[in-house]
């Protein structure tokens, strides 16, 4: 058997065992069940929203601008942001 350290905001982790217990179950044992769903299904059992912002080319190009008016070979205007409706 392995231990586990996870680091979560004491609020969120508060909230999370008060659930687990209201559910019978440990925070421990609501973990193993993920680790188990997740390494047969091979995904997350639950649906998830993505924020394109963070998406890797939008950060890529974030630090390339970035970048870019720490070096001095460009000035900070205004631009549209990527991805906005």
């Known amino acids: 058997m392995a231990t586990l350290t996870i680091d979560m905001d004491d609020?969120?982790?508060r909230k999370f065992d008060?659930?687990?217990r209201d559910l019978g179950l440990t925070m421990t044992s609501v973990f193993t069940m993920l680790a188990q769903r997740m390494s047969i299904e091979k995904k997350?059992?639950?649906a998830h929203d993505y924020d394109?912002?963070?998406s890797p080319e939008n950060i890529a190009e974030l630090e390339s601008?970035?970048?870019s008016v720490r070096n001095g070979t460009s000035i900070l205007k205004e631009h549209e942001l990527l991805g906005a409706n």
């Open 11 to 13: 609020g969120l982790t």
């Open 52 to 54: 394109d912002f963070y």
């Open 65 to 67: 601008r970035i970048e």
């Open 18 to 20: 008060k659930v687990c």
């Open 44 to 46: 997350l059992p639950f």
